[in-house]
Each structure stands twice: as C-alpha cells, then as structure tokens.
C-alpha cells in the first residue's frame, strides 16, 4: 500500500508483550495519491486503525497477523456508494 499511499505513518498506539507474543494496536494513515488495486487515487486521506499480533522465535518475527476494515477505509476514500431503502 506504499505506492498508493506515500505518505503513510504507522503510529503505535499501545503495545504489550507476553512470553513469545507481541500486540500492538496501532493506526495507519496518509493520502491516497496512487491506485490502490483497481481503485484510481482519490487524493483523500485515510485514517485506519489496526491490530497486530507477532509471534517471535528465537530473537525474529516467525509470523504475523494484521487485521483492520476495509469498508471503513473504503467509505473514507469515497469508494462505498451510502446505503439507501
């Protein structure tokens, strides 16, 4: 998502340890100046909040899981039509 958003800052909002487990809630955000898979740039700015979760074995990142919403996202770039009756 770099090339689509250049500008992106990860901040960490809060983050704890356990044993061999990291988690951070954190959030991510910039501009959409790039396509971001089939959706042209919009120019507008994203704000996302995410959570993660790393596994660490012998001093190194094993593995990772990343969650975070992207109909919140999509509705701040403009790429969600609002819902009607």
Not at 10 to 19: E, Y
């Given at each position: 998502m770099d090339s689509a958003v250049p500008d992106s800052v990860?901040?960490?909002?809060?983050?704890?340890?356990?044993?061999?487990y990291v988690a951070m809630k954190a959030t991510y955000s910039g501009t959409q100046n790039g396509p971001m898979g089939p959706f042209p740039a919009s120019g507008k700015k994203l704000m996302l909040p995410f959570i993660g979760i790393l596994r660490i074995e012998d001093g190194k990142v094993a593995e990772i899981w990343v969650e975070w919403d992207n109909l919140y996202a999509f509705g701040q770039l403009g790429l969600l039509q609002p819902l009607t009756n």
């Open positions: 990860q901040t960490i909002d809060l983050i704890f340890a356990n044993d061999e």
